[in-house]
């Protein structure tokens, strides 16, 4: 077992728990350093994330803003931006926990765009979605929320010459629990490699809010089971997958359940096939 850890970890270049503080906020450091340096080879100086009110987003835009400022104060070019973007769908139900977010966050700026009337549009022109099972049109809906999300995001980035962030990190990443070409989309992903409990411990580092760091994760892209976490779905927790991912022992069924999973979703985290 512990030799199959160790491999997808590697795959998926897993960062070791953080020894101290003093570690975590090393890593923090590197992945602020990783930001300014994508800006600087792409010659821009925006930086495009979408905010949903989980800790993902959230730690994903502090270490953003903190890089943007950063660059501010070392450059005195007050050019360099940080734009957050609320991306609901209609009203969303935890708006609150979006909105606290950006009070924690205070960015350069923040815009709304209701992907709604998008995805209804485009599905009502879907002719294999009209009269399809109720499940399955669920699920394909859900997944042109991501996209739609995506498309949002790369327009704002489009018109104020920006890279869009992305916020998955190796505890999604090993699950596959990204929607291809969705919210797997982006730029620059400086998550990449964290487990979840590291993304909970560097917002509470920046001093995210409790209720913040440790909502309940979740998708919220069913409209059949609106909320529904992340846990639900993989079938075991986060606490599980880090442990998996740490090298640390896992009960046979979460072993199972990550490694199928693992190898299901491979075609995720490829580029597209080609000859």
Request: with cysteine; charged share 25%.
């Amino acid at each position: 077992m512990q030799a199959v850890q160790q491999e997808i970890a590697q795959q998926l270049k897993v960062q070791p728990p953080f020894a101290d503080a003093a570690a975590l906020e090393a890593e923090v450091a590197r992945r602020v350093a990783f930001i300014k340096d994508c800006l600087a080879n792409a010659r821009l100086k925006t930086l495009v994330l979408g905010i949903s009110g989980g800790v993902d987003s959230l730690t994903a835009a502090l270490l953003a803003q903190r890089a943007v400022n950063e660059l501010r104060a070392s450059s005195g070019d007050d050019g360099y931006r940080f734009i957050a973007v609320r991306l609901p769908y209609n009203v969303q139900h935890d708006e609150h926990d979006a909105q606290a977010c950006l009070d924690v966050i205070k960015a350069d700026e923040v815009h709304t765009i209701d992907i709604a009337p998008a995805v209804l549009g485009l599905k009502s022109k879907v002719d294999v979605l009209q009269d399809g099972a109720p499940a399955m049109v669920d699920f394909v809906v859900g997944n042109i929320k991501a996209r739609m999300r995506m498309v949002a995001q790369y327009s704002v980035a489009g018109a104020r010459g920006g890279l869009v962030i992305g916020t998955d990190h190796a505890a999604e990443a090993v699950m596959g629990f990204f929607t291809k070409f969705g919210d797997g989309a982006c730029d620059l992903a400086p998550l990449s490699g964290l487990v979840k409990n590291q993304v909970r411990a560097i917002a509470r580092a920046f001093g995210a809010p409790e209720s913040l760091v440790e909502k309940v994760p979740t998708a919220d892209l069913e409209d059949l089971e609106p909320g529904k976490p992340d846990e639900a779905a993989h079938g075991i927790t986060y606490q599980q997958i880090d442990a998996f991912l740490h090298g640390e022992p896992v009960d046979q069924h979460a072993f199972d359940i990550i490694v199928s999973t693992y190898r299901k979703t491979q075609h995720k985290r490829e580029l597209p096939f080609a000859p």
